[in-house]
T-cell receptor, first 110, second 115 residues
Framework: GENVEQHPSTLSVQEGDSAVIKCTYS??????FPWYKQELGKGPQLIID?????GEKKDQRIAVTLNKTAKHFSLHITETQPEDSAVYFCAASREYKLSFGAGTTVTVRA | GAGVSQTPSNKVTEKGKYVELRCDPISGHTALYWYRQSLGQGPEFLIY????????DSGLPNDRFFAVRPEGSVSTLKIQRTERGDSAVYLCASSPSSGGQGEQYFGPGTRLTVT
């Protein structure tokens, strides 16, 4: 099955700086890569996703890049704000079953 | 509009007891998923429904776990003879996609604690 690895496990950034989270996947047939944000006591919230026919996608301060050859994808958050503090999960799938990374705890220091 | 809802939000039960966890998907979503999230980890797939039928139950850990979706909307995850290792947050997600792959929207989860 699919194996997704996510790095780093924790990330502390100064407010206003950028944050980058990287994921690798094992199944070359995977073609859908969503990112979720999870706050304490809540369910994962879909923040952005990318499909394999696209190399990059941007939504305001959030962008995702995909390198299918290397089988890795990344989340970029620019101009971080305190409300960006949360656990972020990457995931990969080729049909419907999402395989998640272990998560990155992002802390934005004021 | 209303998102995915799950009840109860918390459930504490004794080892060996039976529990039912309920999921109300977003109205009109044909696909429904159950995942399990242990502390400090990402969610792990349990089962996928397309309409009323379980299209893939390969993630259910053993035969103590069972899920139904009799009318193609609300789903119930049932766990028999609970064990302490079943303690986790059980997440439900729904998707508007009828073909399988689409955005999955998660509910807040049910935190199950087996004592």
């Amino acid at each position: 099955g699919e194996n997704v690895e996510q790095h780093p496990s924790t990330l502390s950034v100064q407010e206003g700086d950028s944050a980058v989270i990287k994921c690798t996947y094992s199944d070359s047939a995977s073609n859908y890569f969503p990112w979720y944000k999870q706050e304490l006591g809540k369910g994962p919230q879909l923040i952005i996703d990318i499909r394999s026919n696209v190399g990059e996608k941007k939504d305001q301060r959030i962008a995702v890049t995909l390198n299918k050859t290397a089988k890795h994808f990344s989340l970029h958050i620019t101009e971080t704000q305190p409300e960006d503090s949360a656990v972020y999960f990457c995931a990969a799938s080729r049909e419907y079953k999402l395989s998640f990374g272990a998560g990155t705890t992002v802390t934005v220091r004021a | 509009g209303a998102g995915v809802s799950q009840t109860p939000s918390n459930k504490v039960t004794e080892k060996g007891k039976y529990v039912e966890l309920r999921c109300d998907p977003i109205s009109g979503h044909t696909a429904l998923y159950w995942y399990r999230q242990s502390l400090g980890q990402g969610p792990e797939f349990l089962i996928y429904f397309q309409g009323t039928g379980a299209a893939d139950d390969s993630g259910l850990p053993n035969d103590r776990f069972f899920a139904v979706r009799p009318e193609g909307s609300v789903s119930t995850l049932k766990i028999q003879r609970t064990e302490r290792g079943d303690s986790a947050v059980y997440l439900c997600a729904s998707s508007p996609s009828s073909g399988g792959q689409g955005e999955q929207y998660f509910g807040p989860g049910t935190r199950l604690t087996v004592t």
